[in-house]
């Protein structure tokens, strides 16, 4: 099933996306604003943490950054990792107050938990490892 939404929501990526890899690109790049609001009510069920990557085709910084995305992606199997091009889909970005690129958002169950701005890697593994933690229970 996971490889039909997969179909589904990646439908006409761009070639740019790992051509290198012979392995499905395990990022959701969404094309449509209904499709994405459809996805992310749906996560707000969903206490498993969601990094989206809000991205331009023209942005330098995002192109460089993409190949340690898709890295994460293949390592955390336990968060979902989206891309968004914030010229396809502007209202997304203006709803997540996107003012520069690459900007990754943090969610869980709809709600913004980090956020970094810029190519930072390390910054966004962290931001990752911290977040994707279940909550540890007093003994």
Do not use: Y
């Amino acid at each position: 099933m996971g490889a039909i939404l997969s179909s589904l929501f990646s439908a006409g990526s761009t070639a740019d996306a790992s051509a290198s890899s012979s392995e499905p690109s395990s990022v959701i790049t969404f094309h449509s604003s209904d499709l994405w609001q459809r996805h992310f009510d749906a996560s707000k069920q969903n206490p498993k943490l969601m990094v989206v990557d809000f991205s331009a085709s023209w942005c330098g910084p995002c192109k460089f950054i993409e190949p340690a995305i898709q890295a994460m992606a293949a390592k955390f199997t336990d968060v979902e990792f989206i891309r968004i091009d914030v010229d396809e889909l502007s209202d997304v970005a203006k709803e997540f107050g996107v003012r520069a690129m690459p900007t990754f958002v943090l969610l869980k169950q709809g709600k913004e938990v980090d956020r970094v701005v810029g190519a930072k890697k390390e910054e966004i593994e962290k931001k990752v490892k911290k977040n994707r933690e279940k909550p540890k229970l007093a003994a």
